[in-house]
């Protein structure tokens, strides 16, 4: 991402039709995909660098815990992937380029089951990611309210961010099919 960036920064420097633009810089800051990192890059980033413009986070759990900060302190959150339902609802300074859960898996499901006719499915998410939980209320929204007509959702399991052995939750999801 930082590399992208970087060339857009030179390109549009490099850009006659849009007059001075040497004022265009990036400032990194890793915030590790945690939200003490985000927390902290954020504070960082507007209390002491003074930016105008946060873009990133890189997660909707995080963006969950930081945006609220960029809205109190009138900075742009600007976020190209987070897609979890509410996060733009936070305030006038908080944006995505992504669309949120709610439009992205009603049109998915309903792509995926006129392909392969499926008639049960199980789910499985993360019980701490908020994009994770956000997701799988749409997907049993989807399953339900929305009428995907002939689709049994026959159980639902979960995990936490972290875990490697997924084995104990697909014992029990295969035991139900």
């Known amino acids: ?5 970087n060339m857009a ?10 007059g001075d633009t040497t004022f265009l810089e990036f400032i990194v800051r890793d915030d590790q995909s945690t ?10 980033l507007i209390h002491e660098v003074n930016v105008p413009v946060i873009i990133g986070v890189w997660t909707s759990h995080v963006a969950r ?18 897609i979890a339902s509410g996060l733009t609802d936070m305030g006038d300074f908080i944006f995505r380029a992504s669309h949120p859960t709610a439009a992205l ?10 392909k392969l006719c499926y008639q049960r ?9 908020t994009f994770s939980r956000d997701s799988d209320a ?3 929204k989807t399953f339900t ?11 639902s399991e979960t995990f936490e961010t972290g875990e490697t052995d997924f084995t104990p939750q697909l014992t029990r999801i295969k035991a139900l099919a």
Not at 106 to 113: C, D, I
């Open 1 to 5: 991402m930082e590399n992208g960036f």
């Open 9 to 18: 920064r030179d390109e549009i420097h490099g850009s006659k039709l849009l």
């Open 35 to 44: 939200v003490e990192g985000a927390v902290a890059a954020f504070n960082e």
């Open 65 to 82: 815990s930081v945006f609220p900060i960029a809205q109190e302190n009138a900075v742009v959150a600007f976020s190209p992937v987070v």
């Open 105 to 114: 898996i009603p049109g998915g499901v309903a792509l995926t089951h006129s």
């Open 121 to 129: 499915v199980a789910l499985i998410s993360d019980r701490v990611d």
């Open 138 to 140: 749409f997907f049993r």
């Open 145 to 155: 309210e929305y009428g995907v007509h002939g689709v049994e959702v026959i159980g």
